[in-house]
């Protein structure tokens, strides 16, 4: 199996921008649609963005459209999520994924914390 291991969460003040990148060890994920998604406390996981193998074919959540933006580095075998004027809703645990996810020999990493203070 391959771990996905998410990064670049942190504390930020609402209004504020953060990156996350997510690395795939052992194995290429240039043949994947990748994507991310995020749980809040209480909540299900829920999907934030999603990005085909090649790039060209982006989706967001209503909730995030306009603010985030997911990219890919298929020779570095890394996902990005740029996170412009974050919202205290956007509190939440990031995680990277294949889209759908799970994907052999792809599963569930830790993800990534991302705190927004009002």
């Known amino acids: 199996q391959v771990q996905l291991v998410e990064s670049g969460g942190g504390l930020v003040q609402a209004g504020g921008s953060l990156t996350l990148s997510c690395v795939a060890s052992g194995r290429t994920i240039r043949n994947y649609d990748m994507g991310w998604f995020r749980q809040a406390p209480g909540k299900e996981r829920e999907f934030v963005a999603n990005?085909?193998?090649?790039?060209?074919?982006?989706y967001y959540a209503d909730s995030v459209k306009g603010r985030f933006t997911i990219s890919r580095d298929n020779a570095k075998n890394t996902v990005y999520l740029r996170m412009n004027s974050l919202k205290p809703e956007d509190t939440a645990v990031y995680y990277c994924n294949t889209k759908p996810p799970n994907l052999p020999p792809f599963y569930w990493g830790q993800g990534t914390q991302v705190t927004v203070s009002s």
């Open positions: 990005i085909n193998y090649g790039g060209q074919n982006i």
